[in-house]
């Protein structure tokens, strides 16, 4: 217990520390948050400092926050404002990043199991961690947020779709059967938020609003743990529940008034990237097998080259799929947030690894490129979107969608 303490205390320290860190880096560099809570948790983690590692509680915590960290990738997403075009688009491009992730994945494994989980890994985009580099730079309601947004939903809808039916060890006409069923909850409780009598829960809401009772947060967390249960209890992936949870509270809660829209979207920000999220990424980093990766040159070797592949994969589909009107400068910027991917990363990873499907060594380079493409692309992304705001283009390809 006293262990456990110590490491949580390490882990609210760097949660505190990270952001003025990164304030005071960003005016020279516009790097993510998220690099410093990772970097900072390698440091303390038992292959560099070994002043933390992990156990029960701060595991818990952790995936609590990368539930947390999917339920806000899904709140944001006004698919409103993306469906149609941009949707469709995103859809185009993911299908091309599985022909190219998975043909990669089996040239470069030395099975074919080991293969697909390598080429669906490549397939992703986190959308949850674009999201607030995307807010902080004043892009996430413009028709570039729009288009990433497409982009990063599908990177992360997807592939837990593929990670049910491939990755979870049934077969896939049973995978399909459970993920129907998860898909009924799921179109239940959306219209349930979408047609229903909403007129007392809204009251609740603002009573309690600034009281004690905090109605719509406690609301969401039920609801968020509903959903988790239910895809736990049918064998799918808890990520699709956690990103469901968030669609139907926004849903629910930017249909009424604004003012309380944004009121209760403060709280969850406050819980979500105050205190769980943080705490996700800053496990994953004390968690990180840094001797896996440094054992040999060869795997040291494999961060480049799969950091390189997920700019292949995932970023030149998103590239060649982008609105009509985009100018190349402003692909490569949806190219760069596209290819940015780490929390699916290290989920498809670590099942490969329980599995014995994927070696240590793999998973630990796999996870290393993702951490990179989290410091790298968005930085780059952001660069490049800052010269290519002044011109025309986007305001073109929003006309024609």
């Known amino acids: 217990m006293t262990h456990s303490l110590s490491t949580m205390l390490l882990v609210a320290l760097i949660a505190v520390l990270a952001p003025p860190l990164a304030d005071a880096v960003g005016r020279w560099a516009p790097v993510p948050l998220v690099v410093f809570e990772i970097l900072l948790g390698i440091l303390v983690g038992p292959d560099v400092a070994g002043w933390a590692r992990q156990d029960d509680l701060v595991q818990a915590l952790s995936q609590f926050g990368l539930a947390m960290l999917f339920f806000m990738a899904g709140y944001e997403i006004d698919f409103a404002r993306l469906r149609g075009g941009p949707l469709a688009r995103a859809a185009q491009g993911w299908l091309m990043s599985v022909v190219i992730g998975v043909g990669l994945g089996l040239l470069l494994a030395p099975s074919a199991k080991a293969g697909a989980i390598v080429g669906i890994a490549l397939t992703t985009t986190t959308l949850g961690t674009i999201l607030p580099v995307l807010r902080d730079a004043g892009q996430l309601d413009t028709p570039l947020g729009d288009a990433v947004m497409a982009v990063g939903a599908v990177g992360e809808f997807a592939p837990i779709i593929a990670m049910t039916l491939f990755l979870d060890g049934r077969r896939p006409g049973q995978a399909m059967v459970y993920l129907t069923a998860f898909a009924l909850i799921a179109a239940a409780g959306i219209a349930v938020a979408l047609r229903g009598n909403l007129a007392a829960l809204n009251r609740l809401a603002d009573a309690t609003m600034a009281t004690s009772g905090q109605f719509a947060v406690r609301l969401v967390i039920a609801v968020l743990l509903v959903l988790i249960g239910a895809t736990v209890a049918l064998g799918v992936d808890m990520l ?113 690894v329980d599995r014995g499907t994927l070696k240590t060594s793999t998973a630990a380079a796999m996870v290393g490129a993702g951490m990179l493409s989290v410091l790298i692309y968005p930085f780059l992304a952001l660069k490049v979107s800052g010269a290519a705001r002044t011109s025309q283009g986007w305001e073109e390809a929003a006309e024609s969608w």
């Open 240 to 352: 699709l529940g956690a990103f469901t949870a968030g669609v139907i509270m926004r849903i629910l809660f930017h249909s009424g008034n604004p003012e309380r829209t944004g009121r209760v979207t403060a709280k969850l920000e406050a819980i979500g990237f105050g205190f769980l999220i943080p705490v996700f990424f800053i496990d994953t980093g004390i968690g990180y097998d840094l001797d896996a990766l440094t054992d040999s040159w060869a795997t040291l070797g494999l961060v480049p080259l799969f950091l390189v592949l997920l700019l292949v994969a995932r970023g030149l589909p998103s590239f060649l799929t982008a609105p009509e009107g985009s100018t190349a400068r402003q692909r490569r910027v949806i190219a760069l947030y596209a290819a940015t991917g780490l929390p699916l990363i290290v989920a498809i990873t670590a099942i490969g």
